[in-house]
């Protein structure tokens, strides 16, 4: 494009929206746009640390629906950063419902093994009440008010009809089985329990075709790739912003004055915001000047923005077996099939460690997965304390008592100041018209004032590819090209 206006351009956030919209804008000739970070680091919920030599993915580990359609795939590929097996037709083309599930372990709290034949019923019955939450795509009312009072009732019924025939204990450990299923999806979610969330809104995110892969060399790889491809001094590191001046119509200048914490102001004609939802929700009404129109905050407000931490937890050797992915524990008093536990006993919302693969490339390390109020607690304990419970959970539900973590690594998200949380869900009362809402550029259409001022990119700002990397990026491009053609419409006329 032959830019004729250059208009100011200013982006808040250097995660993968506002790195794909600087790029964007960049490649589309805009020579004056400013990327303000808070942080010291680009990448924001991609970032990769490591364990010892290990690489540990601290936020994003898997590219979800690695296929063609996928932005973040192509990328990853044309830089060169993806292993083999992620680039053949058949991974591209497995479909989601056709996933071969991963090879799980069973551990019960009273410290055996138990088979994965014999736990067998309870995944299949949890993955199948998973599928009938599509029954209630676009419906207006529902006789649940959400996917886990639905699966806590059905799951209860179908386990009485079905298996009937199984004596007590056999039917209340696969009850208990689905209790552990039930916080590894709160995990999916970022919840602290499924009760929170919409049965109806549960459908909303689409999936792509593809078997999840990891970058190798770390997500951060991509990137590095990515910033090597827009001018060193877009970025402003170390500068949070503190207020978004709009709407300056008086002035006949910049509509748009950034303010940021150091006192700075910075003017621009348009501002591009990424901030993550958590960080929204807690600051947005000292953020925006004027504030948000009403009908965009409520939107703010219903859709959710919760908590998934990953403990990582390195051991001398393996206690689990050669070819297993997954680790289930099970606890034996939880037949109730509630997801819910609380600060005491926090430990107990973890129900699933992921096996580092391959195991050739990494020493014995486990991802542990926790969620929700109990992983924002776990967060504010010291890392020796985290590090005693997983030992005795781990001893608990092994038998074991001489099994030893080396050590461990794990997210805070939470208490992170520029995140509040890991990512956005469909919380009770969220609809298709909130995520709308969200992307909605202000001032907001039938407003005389000049118009763009204040645009909205970022993970959950996209209508059904929330709580993703290649989300995320789609949506910077999205107001990129915003931005882009009204400029060009403008030239044209
Ligand atoms: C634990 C975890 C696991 C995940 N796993 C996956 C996965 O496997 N696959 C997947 O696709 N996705 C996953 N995600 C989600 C994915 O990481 C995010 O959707 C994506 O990275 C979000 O990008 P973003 O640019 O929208 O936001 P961010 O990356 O959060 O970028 C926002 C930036 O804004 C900055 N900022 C905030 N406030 C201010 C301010 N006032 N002034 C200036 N800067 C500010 C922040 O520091 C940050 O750098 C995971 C996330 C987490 C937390
Ligand atoms: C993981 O760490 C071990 C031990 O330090 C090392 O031998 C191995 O190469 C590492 N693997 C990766 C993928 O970094
Ligand atoms: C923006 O400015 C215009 C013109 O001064 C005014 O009519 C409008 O109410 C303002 N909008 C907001 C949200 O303050
Ligand atoms: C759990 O811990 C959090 C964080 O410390 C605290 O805010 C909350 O009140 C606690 N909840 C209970 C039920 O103790
Ligand atoms: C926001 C989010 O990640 N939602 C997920 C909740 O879990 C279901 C089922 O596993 C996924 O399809 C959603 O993507």
């Keep these: 494009m032959a830019v004729t206006a250059d ?16 790029h964007r804008l960049v490649n589309a000739g805009f ?9 010291a680091r680009s990448g924001g919920r991609i970032k990769t640390d490591r364990l010892g030599n290990n690489i540990t993915e601290m936020g994003a580990s898997y590219i979800h629906g690695p296929s063609k359609e996928n932005p973040v795939f192509c990328l990853a590929q044309d830089y060169g950063l993806l292993d083999p097996e992620a680039l053949t037709p058949e991974n591209q083309a497995m479909d989601v419902d056709e996933r071969p599930h991963w090879v799980p372990n069973w551990f019960s709290s009273s410290g055996q093994k138990l088979s994965a034949e014999y736990m067998k019923p309870a995944l299949e019955m949890f993955n199948e009440l998973l599928d009938d939450t599509s029954q209630f795509e676009n419906q207006k009312e529902t006789p649940w008010a959400s996917v886990g009072h639905f699966i806590q009732s059905e799951a209860r019924q179908r386990a009485a009809e079905r298996w009937k025939d199984e004596d007590k204990s056999t039917r209340e450990l696969l009850l208990c089985a689905i209790s552990s299923m039930l916080k590894v999806e709160c995990c999916t979610n970022a919840t602290s329990t499924m009760d929170e969330i919409d049965l109806v809104g549960f459908n909303i995110y689409k999936g792509l075709p593809g078997l999840d892969c990891t970058l190798p060399g770390g997500f951060e790889e991509l990137i590095k790739k990515l910033m090597l491809e827009i001018p060193t001094d877009v970025v402003t590191y170390n500068l949070p912003v503190r207020c978004v001046h709009w709407n300056n119509t008086a002035s006949g200048g910049n509509a748009v004055t950034v303010e940021c914490d150091d006192g700075e102001r910075i003017a621009a004609d348009h501002v591009i915001v990424t901030v993550p939802l958590g960080y929204l929700k807690k600051h947005h009404s000292t953020l925006f000047c004027p504030p ?65 693969k391959p195991s050739e490339r990494y020493s014995h390390v486990l991802c542990g997965w926790i969620a929700g109020r109990e992983s924002e607690y776990m967060e504010t304990l010291p890392e020796q304390e985290v590090r005693l419970s997983i030992t005795e959970l781990i001893r608990t539900f092994t038998g074991n008592p001489t099994i030893t973590p080396r050590r461990i690594l794990r997210s805070q998200w939470f208490h992170d100041p520029w995140t509040c949380g890991s990512y956005s869900h469909p919380a009770i009362g969220c609809s298709e ?41 789609l949506t910077g491009w999205r107001e990129a090209d915003r931005l882009i053609s009204h400029y060009s419409s403008k030239k044209s006329m």
């Design 292 to 356: 948000l129109p009403a009908h965009k905050l409520s939107s703010v407000q219903r859709q959710g923005f919760g908590t998934c931490n990953k403990i990582y937890v390195e051991f001398e050797s393996p206690w689990w077996d050669a070819d297993c992915q997954i680790i289930y524990l099970v606890w034996k008093d939880e037949e109730d099939v509630l997801d819910q536990v609380s600060n005491k006993s926090w430990i107990r919302k973890m129900s699933t460690f992921t096996v580092l």
């Design 31 to 39: 020579s004056r746009v400013r990327i303000l970070e808070a942080t």
């Design 433 to 473: 018209q909130d995520l709308e809402n969200m992307m909605e550029p202000l001032p907001t259409k039938g407003s005389q004032s000049q118009p763009l001022q204040v645009l909205f990119a970022g993970e959950a700002t996209h209508p059904y590819y929330y709580s993703t990397v290649h989300g995320a990026l």
């Design 7 to 22: 208009p100011k351009t200013v982006i808040i956030g250097c995660g993968i929206a506002g790195i794909a919209a600087a």
